[in-house]
């Protein structure tokens, strides 16, 4: 139901949550990597238990895709997956019509690739999804192995695909198209299953750190120093070229892509866009030239997280120190090209962002996966940060400048007056003047050193102020960080006057 959260009993305690998880979704399920833990949400299929899938030595077991009837009813299903080859197991599969199986019914059928037969007897209640259980290949020994572990994954062209084996950190392996529990790599047809190591494409070259599919185009791989594109179908004259040998990606959540198709990243010198054609920029070169410095990030000890805000038209940029929830946040605004820093309460530190394109558009949003457990979204209307049981305040602050006063950098300018057009429906803000002789030490006084401080009252549009400050370079910061208030800033126009030489 639509709102309404169920928690899958089975899965509690099933996974390491604190060793890297990822799920992606496929063919209606949940698919949970997380190193040897490999598991499967199922929402999708029926379950039916049998003391014995294979009664005689004239039947078998059913094969995936196989269709099965009720003996005695009109109930029908496709099978998806079985837990044994023989002996007790469960038979997980799509029910395709209204009549449901009964509890003592035979099942018969006849597997479509060697025309066996398939005859066995349900011994329980049918149960109907959500189910829960182990990822792992189709039973009878011909369906090849998984690896072993495996930190990385998402659905491409219709496979499961595999990486992050910390033993193979190169290496990278494709279920068969359209059925994930078929992993034997020694088929040769275009479907079959395949790997790094047994395709033309081959291995990587560097460690694999994300896998971004692009629909069924093509899939970037994203590894510690390099960025890889796989065109097409490995298995079908797919070609893996390196786009980057200059920038990796940080971890397997640190992208994005925006309604253009351009793919956004946390790379090894700033943020980067992608674009459609394969050109790779570093957006934050000039703007944020420390940016990886300043951060100081370490994928053993921070997560950054990558969100594409549709509503908005930004992107949400996210680093934040597991532990603790201590986070630094941007946001990049699509339409201007500006970074404007943030900091969110550490209980809302992001591990996780999705927008959820809702049928109702009431619904739609970027949904944010916090540290405290909360999903949460951004509200226009809010004046405070949700922070569990209770509300914390959000402080905001713009800061103009720093901005020559005089004709030369040798010269110092003089301000006589200061006129400050807030919004008509503003609160109260707090203004700050700074002044010095070079714009380094404006920027180094911000916050510590102001010359004139005080507040202009809400509901004046212009209020004009007298905050007398001589030097080459000036600067004026607004701020806000009272509870419940909003405000909002239309221009400032100081009137300077020389004031000689330095």
Same mark, same amino acid.
């Given at each position: 139901?639509?709102?309404t959260?169920v928690?899958i !009993?089975?899965?509690?305690?099933?996974? %390491?949550?604190?060793?890297q998880?990822m799920i992606f979704?496929?063919?209606q399920?949940?698919l949970?990597?997380?190193?040897?833990n490999?598991k499967?949400?199922?929402?999708?299929?029926t379950r039916l238990?049998?003391?014995d899938?294979?009664?005689?030595?004239?039947?078998?077991f059913p094969?995936?895709g196989?269709s099965?009837f009720?003996?005695?009813t009109?109930?029908?299903?496709v099978a998806?997956?079985?837990?044994?080859?023989d002996?007790?197991a469960?038979?997980?599969?799509?029910?395709t019509t $209204?009549q449901? @199986?009964?509890?003592?019914?035979?099942?018969t059928?006849?597997?479509?690739i060697?025309s066996?037969t398939?005859?066995?007897?349900?011994?329980?209640?049918? /149960?109907? =999804?959500? =189910?829960?259980y182990d990822w792992e290949?189709?039973?009878? *020994?011909? @369906?090849?192995e998984?690896?072993?572990k495996?930190?990385?994954?998402c659905?491409?062209r219709g496979r499961a695909v595999l990486?992050g084996n910390p033993?193979?950190p190169h290496?990278?392996w494709?279920?068969?198209?359209?059925?994930?529990? %078929?992993?034997? @790599?020694?088929?040769?047809d275009?479907?079959?299953?395949i790997?790094?190591a047994?395709?033309?494409a081959?291995?990587l *070259?560097?460690? /694999?750190r994300c896998?971004?599919p692009? +629909?069924d185009d093509?899939?970037?791989?994203?590894c510690?120093?390099? /960025?890889? #594109?796989l065109?097409?179908?490995p298995?079908a004259?797919?070609?893996?070229?390196?786009l980057?040998g200059?920038?990796g990606?940080f971890?397997p959540l !640190?992208?994005c892509?925006?309604?253009q198709?351009n793919l956004y990243?946390? +790379?090894?010198?700033?943020?980067y866009?992608? !674009?459609?054609e394969?050109?790779?920029?570093?957006?934050?070169q000039?703007?944020?030239?420390d #940016?990886?410095k300043?951060?100081?990030a370490?994928?053993s000890?921070h997560?950054i997280?990558?969100g594409f805000?549709?509503?908005?038209? *930004?992107?949400?940029?996210?680093?934040?120190?597991?532990?603790?929830?201590s986070?630094?946040?941007?946001w990049y605004?699509?339409?201007?090209?500006?970074f404007f820093?943030?900091?969110?309460?550490t209980?809302?530190g992001?591990?996780c962002?999705?927008?959820?394109?809702?049928?109702a558009?009431?619904?739609?949003d970027?949904?944010i996966g916090c540290?405290?457990?909360?999903i949460?979204s951004f509200k226009d209307?809010a004046?405070?940060? %949700?922070?569990? $049981?209770?509300?914390?305040?959000i402080?905001?602050?713009m800061?103009?400048g720093?901005?020559l006063?005089?004709?030369?950098?040798?010269s110092?300018?003089r301000?006589?007056s200061?006129?400050i057009?807030?919004g008509a429906d503003t609160? !109260?803000?707090d203004y700050?003047?700074?002044?010095e002789d070079?714009?380094?030490?404006? /920027?180094?006084?911000i916050?510590?050193?102001?010359l =004139?401080t005080?507040t202009?009252t809400? &509901?004046?549009?212009?209020?004009t102020?007298r905050?007398r $400050?001589?030097g080459?370079?000036? &600067?004026i910061?607004?701020?806000?960080d009272?509870?419940n208030e909003?405000? $909002?800033?239309?221009?400032?126009?100081?009137e300077?006057?020389?004031a000689g030489?330095?």
């Open positions: 139901m639509a709102g959260l928690v !009993s089975d899965s509690i305690g099933d996974v %390491d949550t604190s060793d998880l979704e496929a063919y399920k949940a949970i990597v997380n190193g040897e490999l499967v949400a199922d929402f999708i299929n238990a049998t003391a899938i294979v009664a005689t030595a004239s039947n078998t094969l995936h196989t099965l009720g003996a005695t009109s109930a029908a299903m998806d997956y079985v837990t044994a080859a002996g007790s469960y038979v997980y599969g799509y029910v $209204s449901p @199986f009964l509890s003592t019914e035979v099942v059928g006849t597997n479509p060697d066996t398939i005859s066995f007897t349900i011994n329980a209640e049918p /149960v109907a =999804h959500p =189910h829960w290949p189709y039973p009878g *020994g011909t @369906f090849g998984m690896p072993e495996a930190y990385l994954g659905l491409y990486s033993k193979f290496q990278w494709m279920s068969r198209q359209a059925n994930i529990w %078929d992993w034997a @790599f020694l088929a040769t275009a479907l079959s299953p790997s790094g047994n395709s033309d081959g291995e *070259g560097d460690i /694999v896998l971004i692009c +629909g093509y899939l970037v791989f994203g510690a120093s390099q /960025v890889w #594109l065109r097409g179908d298995a004259g797919g070609t893996l070229d390196k980057s200059t920038t990606i971890g !640190s992208w892509w925006d309604s198709r990243f946390w +790379g090894s010198q700033g943020i866009r992608m !674009s459609p394969f050109g790779i920029e570093n957006l934050t000039d703007k944020l030239p #940016l990886i300043d951060e100081g370490n994928p000890t997560r997280t990558l805000d549709q509503i908005r038209q *930004g992107i949400v940029v996210s680093v934040v120190e597991l532990d603790s929830g986070n630094s946040c941007y605004d699509i339409r201007t090209g500006g820093p943030e900091v969110y309460p209980q809302c992001a591990y962002q999705y927008y959820y394109n809702a049928n558009a009431s619904l739609a970027l949904l540290k405290d457990g909360y949460r209307a004046t405070m940060d %949700d922070t569990g $049981s209770t509300e914390t305040a402080e905001s602050r800061f103009a720093p901005a006063t005089a004709r030369d950098a040798d110092r300018g301000m006589k200061l006129s057009t807030l609160d !109260s803000v700050e003047v700074y002044a070079t714009a380094e030490e404006v /920027v180094d006084a916050l510590s050193s102001p =004139h005080g202009i809400g &509901g004046n549009r212009t209020q102020l905050p $400050s001589r080459a370079w000036m &600067g910061l607004l701020r806000n009272n509870d909003t405000w $909002s800033f239309e221009q400032a126009v100081a300077i006057k020389a030489k330095i």
